[in-house]
């Protein structure tokens, strides 16, 4: 199955400075690669997603780019700000099922 | 509109005891998830429904979990005889179709088995 690796586990960035999250995944078959921000006590809420026939997709302050070749894919945020603070995770598949990474704590320092 | 909604939001019970948990689906969303999340872990698959049938139950990790979800909607998770590494989160998500589909999450079960 889809094994999907992400780093770093934790991120400490200044407000107003950007943020990058790595992930990598196993399976080529993976087409679909979405992100999801994660606050305490809620559910994981998808903030940004991505289809392997494009190469980058940007939303405002965040931006997400694929490299099929090289199985992997990076969330940037840009001009942080304290509620960018959360857990986020990367995830990938190929049909129904989404494989998720471990997660990255990202805190926003003001 | 409406997210998915879970309940009960918190389950505290006695290792032995069977827990049901429950789920409503954004409405008219055909696939629905669940996933365990464990402290600090990342998300592990349980089952996929679409519609009433579950052509995935590869994430159940013992016969002591099992699912169901009837008419299309509602989904009930129950764990029997409870232990305590059952202990988690216990997410539900639906979708409005299968494979690229966004999932939409609860703010999930968390249960604890003393």
């Known amino acids: 199955g889809e094994n999907v690796e992400q780093h770093p586990s934790t991120l400490s960035v200044q407000e107003g400075d950007s943020a990058v999250i790595k992930c990598t995944y196993s399976?080529?078959?993976?087409?679909?690669f979405p992100w999801y921000k994660q606050e305490l006590g809620k559910g994981p809420q998808l903030i940004i997603d991505?289809?392997?026939?494009?190469g980058e997709k940007k939303d405002q302050r965040i931006a997400v780019t694929l490299n099929k070749t090289a199985k992997h894919f990076s969330l940037h945020i840009t001009e942080t700000q304290p509620e960018d603070s959360a857990v986020y995770f990367c995830a990938a598949s190929r049909d129904y099922k989404l494989s998720f990474g471990a997660g990255t704590t990202v805190t926003v320092r003001a | 509109g409406a997210g998915v909604s879970q309940s009960p939001s918190n389950k505290v019970t006695e290792k032995g005891k069977d827990v049901e948990l429950r789920c409503d689906p954004i409405s008219g969303h055909t696939a629905l998830y669940w996933y365990r999340q464990s402290l600090g872990q990342g998300l592990e698959f349980l089952i996929y429904f679409q519609g009433n049938s579950a052509p995935d139950k590869s994430g159940l990790p013992s016969d002591r979990f099992s699912a169901e979800r009837t008419g299309g909607s509602v989904s009930t998770l129950t764990i029997q005889r409870t232990q305590q590494e059952d202990s988690a989160v216990y997410l539900c998500?639906?979708?409005?179709?299968?494979?690229?589909?966004?999932?939409?999450f609860g703010n999930g079960t968390r249960l604890t088995v003393t």
């Open positions: 998500a639906s979708s409005s179709g299968a494979g690229g589909s966004p999932l939409h």
């Open positions: 991505i289809r392997s026939n494009v």
């Open positions: 399976d080529s078959a993976s087409n679909y």
